[in-house]
C-alpha cells in the first residue's frame, strides 16, 4: 500500500524523537478495519491479509519512517522528564480528504528508546478498548484521535496474566502535548523549544501567526480548545482517568484511552482507575485538573514570551491560565442550554443547569438516562424521569424552574422533544458492556460484540429498536465495584 506520507516532525524537529523499527509479530490477524477512517484518509482498498500485516508492524507500508516521539510529562503531579513512546511509533503523516496533516501511528509494536522497563506491547483487550471509546466520542461530536486498524498480533504479553497481544493503528491531528514542551524546556533547550512552538502553531493554529504575541495567543488558543474539550466530556459523563500532562494533546483531541469510561450514576468523586487511588482524575476534578496542565505548558512558554527576562512573562501567562475556568463555564453553559432545549441565553440559566447536575448527584441518577429523559419528559412522558430521580418534590421544583425558562412561547413539545433527542445520547459505551466484548475477544477471538457495540455507538442520538439492552446501566452491584487498569 502506498500511503502519501509526509514527515513534517521528523524533519522539522529532528531533536524530539528516536528512530524504531516495529517488532515483527509472530502470526498477524486483522480484528478490526475501520472503513470510513480509511475513506476519509483516502487510503487504498487491500486485501485483509495486506492490511493485516502492514498495520501489526509486519511489513512498513511504503514511505513509512518509524519514530518513537520524544516527551516529559507529569504524571499524578510528578514530573517524569524523560517518558517519550515506549510503545508507539509514528510511520508518518498523510492528508485527509478535508486538507488536514493527520498522524498515522503504531501503538504496541514493541521497545523503542523510551521504553524504559516496558515491553513496548499492548494486548487486545486494551486495544480494542482504545477502538471503542474513540469510537464512541466521535460519534458524539467530541474531538477525538481514532483507531484506523487492531490487529491481533499472534504473540503472548505478559500482565498480570498471559494475554494475546495486538497493534492499534492510531490516526491524530498530531500527537504534540503538554509534555513535548516539557521535555524541552527541563532541558533548557530553547532553540528546540522554539521550533517546536512553530512547528505547533503552523499546525494547529496557523491564524496566530502574525499576532504581536504570537505565543501568548498560542497559549490562549489552546487553552480555547481544551475548555471546550472539557465541557463536553463532562456533559459526556466522560473520565479520562490519566490526565497527565503527557496524555493532553495540543490539537484538542482526547487521546489516550486507557483506565477511562464513562460514569453512570452521576457524581463528582467518581473515580474508576485502579491506579488514581487519591482521585486526582475524579470526574469533577477534570477541568481543574486541566487548567494545572496548561499551567505546565504556560511555564515552558515563558522564555519564548520574555527571551531576556522569562519572569517578567508570569503575570500575562497567569492571566491566560486564570481565564481558562471562565472559558471553560462558558462552554460548560453553551453546551448545557443546549442539552436542556433552551433558545437563547439568560443569567437564570447557570443556576439551572447547576441545579439540574445537583439533582443527579443527589440522587445518583444514570448520567446520560436522566438527560435523555427531559426529551419524554417534554413529550408527556414523566415515568422515566420520575423513575430515575427518586426525589419527586425536588424534581417537580426543578421542572418548574425549567418550564418557566422555556417560557409560554416554547417549542411545540414534539420539537422540543426532538432538539432533546439530537442534544442528549442514548447510548454510550457502557462499562460492562465493554467488558464483555473485550473478554470475547480476548478470550475466544470472537469480534461480534464489539462489532455489535460499535454499531449501537454509532448512532448514539437515534432509538435503535432491539436495542434496548446498550442504554441500560451495569446492575448496582457490577457498577460498584467496576474498576479500570492501565494497558500496561
Ligand atoms: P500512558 O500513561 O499510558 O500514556 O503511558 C505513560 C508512559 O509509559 C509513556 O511514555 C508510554 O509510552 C509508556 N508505556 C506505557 N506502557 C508501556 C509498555 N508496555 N512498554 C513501554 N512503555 C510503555
Ligand atoms: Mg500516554
Known amino acids: 500500500m502506498r500511503i502519501a506520507f509526509q514527515h513534517s516532525y521528523a524533519e522539522q524537529l529532528p531533536d524530539a524523537w528516536a528512530a524504531a523499527r516495529p517488532d515483527a509479530p509472530s502470526a498477524p490477524v486483522l480484528l478490526y478495519w475501520n472503513a470510513g477512517l480509511a475513506e476519509e484518509l483516502g487510503l487504498p482498498t487491500v486485501d485483509e491479509a495486506t492490511l493485516a500485516r502492514l498495520f501489526s508492524g509486519a511489513q512498513l507500508p511504503d ?17 517524569s522528564p524523560s517518558l517519550g513512546d515506549g510503545r508507539a511509533l509514528l510511520l508518518g503523516e498523510a492528508t485527509d480528504r478535508f486538507g488536514q496533516r493527520r498522524d498515522i501511528a503504531l501503538k504496541g509494536s514493541g521497545r523503542t528508546a523510551f521504553s524504559r522497563r516496558g515491553d513496548g506491547k499492548a494486548a487486545v483487550g486494551p486495544m480494542l478498548r482504545e477502538l471503542i471509546l474513540g469510537e464512541a466520542m466521535q460519534a458524539l461530536g467530541i474531538p477525538t484521535t481514532r483507531a484506523l486498524a487492531v490487529c491481533a498480533t499472534g504473540d503472548t504479553v505478559y500482565r498480570d496474566r498471559p494475554l494475546p497481544g495486538a497493534v492499534l493503528t492510531r490516526v491524530a491531528a498530531s500527537h504534540l502535548r503538554v509534555g513535548t514542551f516539557q521535555y524541552f524546556a527541563i532541558r533548557g533547550d530553547r532553540e528546540s523549544l522554539r521550533r517546536l512552538a ?43 482517568g490519566v490526565m497527565n500532562t503527557d496524555n493532553m494533546a495540543l490539537s484538542g483531541e482526547t487521546i489516550d484511552y486507557g483506565p477511562c469510561a464513562f460514569m453512570e450514576a452521576h457524581h463528582p468523586s467518581t473515580v474508576f482507575s485502579s491506579i488514581d487511588e487519591q482521585g486526582r482524575y475524579a470526574y469533577g476534578n477534570q477541568p481543574a485538573i486541566a487548567q494545572w496542565n496548561l499551567a505546565r505548558l504556560a511555564e515552558t512558554l515563558l522564555p519564548l514570551i520574555q527571551p531576556d527576562d522569562p519572569a517578567a512573562a508570569v503575570p500575562a501567562a497567569s492571566d491566560v491560565i486564570d481565564a481558562f475556568a471562565e472559558q471553560y463555564q462558558q462552554c ?14 439568560e443569567p437564570r440559566d447557570e443556576a439551572l443547569l447547576y441545579n439540574w447536575t445537583a439533582l443527579l448527584t443527589d440522587n445518583q441518577a444514570d448520567h446520560t438516562l436522566a438527560w435523555r429523559a427531559l426529551a419524554d419528559e417534554a413529550a408527556g412522558q414523566p415515568a422515566a424521569l420520575r423513575a430515575l430521580i427518586a426525589n419527586h418534590a425536588a424534581l417537580d421544583d426543578w421542572l418548574a424552574q425549567w418550564r418557566a425558562r422555556l417560557g409560554p412561547s416554547a417549542q411545540a413539545a414534539t420539537t422540543l422533544a426532538e432538539a432533546l433527542r439530537s442534544a442528549n445520547p442514548l447510548y454510550i459505551p457502557r462499562n460492562h458492556l465493554v467488558e464483555e466484548a473485550l473478554a470475547a475477544a480476548s478470550e475466544y477471538g470472537d469480534m461480534a460484540p464489539t462489532l455489535a457495540l460499535l454499531d449501537v455507538l454509532r448512532s448514539p442520538f437515534d432509538q435503535q429498536s432491539g436495542r434496548e439492552r446498550y442504554a441500560q446501566p451495569a446492575a448496582p452491584e457490577v457498577a460498584q465495584d467496576y474498576r479500570t487498569f492501565c494497558g500496561t
Not at 491564524?207 to 471546550?228: F, G, S
Open 63 to 79: 514511505g513509512a519512517r518509524p519514530i518513537a516521539q520524544a516527551y516529559a510529562g507529569h504524571q499524578f503531579g510528578g514530573l
Open 198 to 240: 512553530d512547528y505547533t502553531l503552523q499546525r494547529h493554529y496557523p491564524q496566530l501567526a502574525e499576532q504581536d504575541q504570537p505565543w501568548l495567543a498560542l497559549l490562549a488558543a489552546i487553552c480555547e480548545r481544551q475548555a471546550d474539550l472539557l465541557a463536553r466530556w463532562m456533559h459526556a459523563g466522560f473520565i479520562h
Open 332 to 345: 460548560w453553559l453553551t453546551q448545557g442550554r443546549r442539552k436542556l432545549g433552551l433558545m437563547g441565553a
